[in-house]
């Protein structure tokens, strides 16, 4: 069964460094999603692509945070600086389109000292 | 999207099915119910999801009340490994304004 890969699967670093995730979604997935899950929360979306294409970034804190999906396949997201409160799981999703249902991937945990 | 009511936590013992309930009041005619479910330090996993009629998979069912306010999923044979958070979430499936809003879901322990 096709799954949502997402590396690394743990990050731990220190308040103002910069920090990458990557997602590779599930093959032939048009539509692509990032969330975050504070500790004892439901996920929250942070930015969602159409191809390459951002179709809704309206809860990204674009001071500091990126995300990139240059050929509509895999894609990026970047923080720089980290901040303390930035530790948090970061979720990656993938859906046939963007109608269809969402797929997870594992997650990368995030740990800013 | 609509918001979902749904227990904070329920036990439930192993071999017994379990009905987790999820209120809907305010679900407007084009928005489906999903279920999906997290166990701990994984990323959620999808269950099923409806419309308005009943549905059944390899995991579970959906029960949609007739007037769409409330539903159930039933885990017909609970086993420890069904230990999880468990969220219904209201959403359209359309192009525009799709995305999961999660709440706070319930929190499933199985029990042997």
């Known amino acids: 069964e096709a799954e949502v890969a997402q590396s690394p699967r743990y990050k731990i670093t220190e308040k103002s460094q910069a920090v990458a995730f990557w997602c590779d979604p599930i093959?032939?997935?048009?539509?692509l999603y990032w969330y975050r899950q504070i500790l004892g929360q439901g996920p929250e979306l942070l930015v969602q692509?159409?191809?390459?294409?951002?179709?809704?970034d309206s809860q990204l804190p674009k001071d500091r945070f990126s995300a990139e999906r240059l050929k509509g396949v895999d894609s990026t997201l970047k923080i720089q600086p980290a901040e303390l409160g930035d530790s948090a799981m970061y979720l990656c999703?993938?859906?046939?389109?963007?109608?269809?249902?969402?797929?997870f991937g594992p997650g990368t945990r995030l740990t800013v000292l | 999207d609509a918001k979902t009511t749904q227990p904070t936590s329920m036990d439930c013992a192993e071999g017994r099915a379990a009905n987790l309930p999820c209120n809907h009041s305010?679900?407007?005619?084009?928005?489906?119910v999903y279920w999906y479910r997290q166990i701990h330090s994984q990323g959620p996993q999808y269950i099923i999801h409806?419309?308005?009629n009943n549905e059944t998979n390899e995991m579970a069912s959906l029960i949609i009340t007739e007037d769409r306010k409330s539903s159930t999923l039933i885990l017909p044979h609970a086993t420890l490994r069904d230990t999880a958070v468990y969220y219904c979430?209201?959403?359209?499936?359309?192009?525009?304004?799709?995305?999961?809003?999660f709440g706070g879901g319930t929190r499933v322990l199985v029990k042997p």
């Open positions: 999703a993938s859906s046939l389109a963007q109608s269809r249902t969402q797929y």
């Open positions: 692509f159409q191809d390459e294409s951002v179709v809704d």
């Open positions: 093959s032939g997935h048009a539509t």
């Open positions: 409806g419309l308005k």
């Open positions: 305010t679900i407007s005619g084009n928005e489906y």
């Open positions: 979430i209201v959403r359209v499936n359309q192009a525009a304004g799709n995305k999961l809003t």
